[in-house]
């Protein structure tokens, strides 16, 4: 039996990462979150004060990205995340990054990776895809509440234009641009808290190992 790959796509806040993590946990799968890779990329070159949109040094930057040294809190800044769907359009830094997430899908004992390009391009062979969704206006209430929660303050339209004008540079660039795989399973988390949400995907992988015979 192979080990089972489960690939996560989804626009910003839609819970895809807290999703992945917990199925991650629940079949004891390694998990790559593929944003820290873009972000880690931005963080170097916004470090250094290179250019975001010059070819060479983000080709450097991508190389340098270590997939073991990857630190949430450094790469969580907004400004990170910003600069990060920026250098995200660069072929050939997708290029880099994908070949080491690609390596990490590899990994013995099954993996959980979740980005915008994983079920169409990292894993096109991945056992399980799931496409999570939910509005943008959801999403930007999540997002403004959880800042809220950890003492910070947050205006709610910013976040909704912030979130708005990030899936447009996602959906529209050329080069893997976020969207469905055509075997993804679709869940839209609009009505869901994230019990909801990971019961949900939880019978869709399920599902599919039942009838592959994995499980
Ligand atoms: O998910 P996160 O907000 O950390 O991702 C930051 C940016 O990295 C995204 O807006 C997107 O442009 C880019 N990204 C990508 N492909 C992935 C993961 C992230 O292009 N697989």
């Known amino acids: 039996n192979t080990p089972l790959v489960i690939a996560i796509d989804g626009p910003a806040a839609s819970g895809k990462g807290t999703l992945a993590r917990r199925l991650a946990d629940y079949y004891h799968l390694a998990h790559l979150d593929t944003g820290l890779t873009y972000r880690a990329v931005a963080h170097l070159l916004l470090a250094r004060g290179w250019p975001l949109d010059d070819t060479a040094h983000a080709v450097e930057a991508a190389r340098l990205v270590d997939l073991g040294n990857l630190d949430r ?68 209430k999540r997002r403004h509440d959880e800042i809220e929660a950890n003492g910070g303050q947050a205006d709610l339209g910013e976040i909704l234009a912030d979130i708005r004008r990030r899936d447009e ?4 660039r050329a080069d893997s ?28 992988v399920d599902d599919v190992m039942a009838t592959r015979g994995k499980i």
Do not use: W
């Open 73 to 140: 809190s450094t790469l969580a800044a907004h400004a990170v995340g910003e600069a990060a769907s920026k250098v995200a359009v660069i072929p050939e830094v997708r290029r880099i990054l994908v070949e080491k997430q690609r390596a990490f899908a590899n990994t013995p004992g099954g993996a959980v990776l979740d980005g915008r390009d994983i079920g169409t391009v990292v894993c096109p062979n991945a056992d399980v895809k799931l496409y999570v969704t939910a509005s943008a206006e959801v999403r930007a």
């Open 169 to 172: 540079r996602d959906t529209g």
């Open 177 to 204: 641009p976020l969207k469905p795989a055509v075997d993804a399973h679709l869940l839209d988390t609009s009505e869901m808290d994230i019990e909801a949400a990971f019961l949900a995907a939880r019978t869709i």
